[in-house]
C-alpha cells in the first residue's frame, strides 16, 4: 500500500496544514526544512481550511481527523474536498491507529496516514511520496487494514488498556462521562477522550452505538471468545 516517490515539484512545495493546533504547522516547518522545500500555510478549522483550498492552491494537504469537539471533522473535510473534485494529494497525520478509521479516511479519499508520533523522517517521506503523486500508509497499519478486507476474515478483538477496560464497563452500566470521571477520579476530558480511542477500536459511531458495543466486547471477554 506503499508506492515509491519518483520526483517531487521542482518549485516549493504549498503544503496547506489543517490542524486545530497551531504548533503542528511550526512542527512541519521544523521538520521539512532542509529535508524538503516547502511553504506551509495553516488553518485551524475544516471551514479555514476549506477557504485556504480555494485561496492558496496548495499543492499537498495534511489533515487532523479530530479538531476540537468534532471527531470526524477531517473525514468530512476530505469528502467535501473530493466532492468538489479536487485531486490535489491528501495526507492524514492523526494519533489515531485504529484500521477501522484509516479505512474510513482512505475511503473518503486521502492518499496517505502518518501517524503524528513518527519520526520526522518518516514524516517527510510520507509528504514526497504523496506529494509525487504515490500513496503512504505505515507498514503494519497496511497490514491491519488488509487482513480486515480479506474474505471470511473475523474481525480481531480489540485489545484495550487497562484503563481502557475500566470506563468501557463504566459505559456499559450506563453511567455519564461525570460521573465516570468522579468514580475513576480523572478528569472528564480525559473520560471524553478515552471515549474517542474505545469509539475507533470498537467502531462505534455515536456513544449510544458505543454502549451496546461495550456491553457485547465485555461479554465477549467474559466467555473467552
Not at 486545530?20 to 516547518?29: C, F, I, Q, Y
Not at 506551509?40 to 487532523?64: F, K, L, N, Y
Not at 459505559?171 to 480523572?186: K, N, P, V
Request: hydrophobic content about 45%.
Amino acid at each position: 500500500m506503499t508506492a515509491t516517490a519518483t520526483s517531487v515539484p521542482a518549485t516549493a512545495l504549498r503544503v496547506l496544514i489543517v490542524d486545530d493546533h497551531p504548533v503542528v504547522a511550526e512542527g512541519w516547518e521544523w521538520i521539512t526544512r532542509g529535508r524538503l522545500d516547502c511553504q506551509v500555510v495553516a488553518a485551524a478549522t475544516p471551514s479555514q481550511g476549506w477557504r485556504a483550498w480555494r485561496r492558496e492552491a496548495p499543492d499537498v494537504i495534511v489533515v487532523d481527523l479530530t479538531m476540537g469537539e468534532a471527531r470526524h471533522a477531517g473525514l468530512r473535510l476530505i469528502e467535501r474536498l473530493r466532492a468538489a473534485g479536487a485531486m490535489l494529494p491528501i495526507l492524514v497525520f492523526t494519533m489515531h491507529r485504529s484500521p477501522i478509521v484509516a479505512r474510513r479516511a482512505l475511503q473518503a479519499g486521502c492518499n496517505g496516514i502518518i501517524m503524528k508520533d513518527s519520526p520526522s523522517a518518516e514524516i517527510c517521506e510520507a509528504l514526497r511520496q504523496v506529494a509525487a503523486g504515490g500513496d503512504y500508509v505505515p507498514a503494519d497499519l497496511a497490514r491491519k487494514i488488509a487482513l480486515m478486507e480479506r474474505p471470511g476474515a473475523a474481525p480481531a478483538r480489540p485489545r484495550l488498556t487497562p484503563r481502557e477496560t475500566d470506563i468501557l464497563r463504566s459505559i456499559a452500566e450506563g453511567l455519564s462521562y461525570r460521573e465516570i470521571a468522579e468514580r475513576a477520579g480523572i478528569s472528564y476530558k480525559t473520560v471524553s477522550n478515552v471515549s474517542q480511542t474505545l469509539k475507533d477500536k470498537l467502531g462505534a459511531q455515536s456513544l449510544g452505538d458505543l454502549v451496546v458495543k461495550a456491553v457485547r466486547h465485555l461479554d465477549e471477554e467474559r466467555d473467552g471468545i
